[in-house]
């Protein structure tokens, strides 16, 4: 993604030489949404600095198995990052290399055992909406194991229903 961005950089603005270009906010794997790059060191900095302060919000969609207890809520865990295995756990506080993730739930809308959630992460850590999800017994959909070929897919529809200040209320439809 990167080389392809540069690339187009050069050809676009017919730069000479190498072309500056700085990864801000990725995405875990299989995951969908906006990433962010910078064009400058300087703006590079400035992006990042505001990611560390949590000045830019981070907001995510996530169709669940299951209905929530509760409308809206505070999940609080933490966790501890396997480096060997790549691994991500839910650990109790007291465990060596721990770091604390929050993260806020709202329910959009539930239907035929799944439940579409709106998520706000108050920390950023690897696979941590994944693995807090999972945690209160509400798996992401489609979080599935390429190895083991145990891919479930449900077909689901996404549409934009109306836009208030560039938040969308999304409908979704699923079929077995």
Known sequence: MLTMLRNDLKIRYQKPGNVYLGLIHRLDRPVGGAMVFAKTSKAASRLSDMF?????????????????????????????????????????????????AVLDYEVMESKKGFSLLSVNLHTGRPHQIRIQLSTMGNPILLCFSIKDSSICLLEITFKRKYSVNNMYKIVFNCRK
């Open 52 to 100: 560390r302060r949590h000045v830019i919000e981070r907001n995510y969609f996530a169709v669940v198995h299951g209905t929530l207890n509760k409308k809206r809520g505070q999940l609080v865990h933490y966790l501890h990052k396997d480096r060997q295995k790549n691994k991500v756990f839910v650990v109790p506080p007291t465990h060596p290399n721990v770091k604390k």
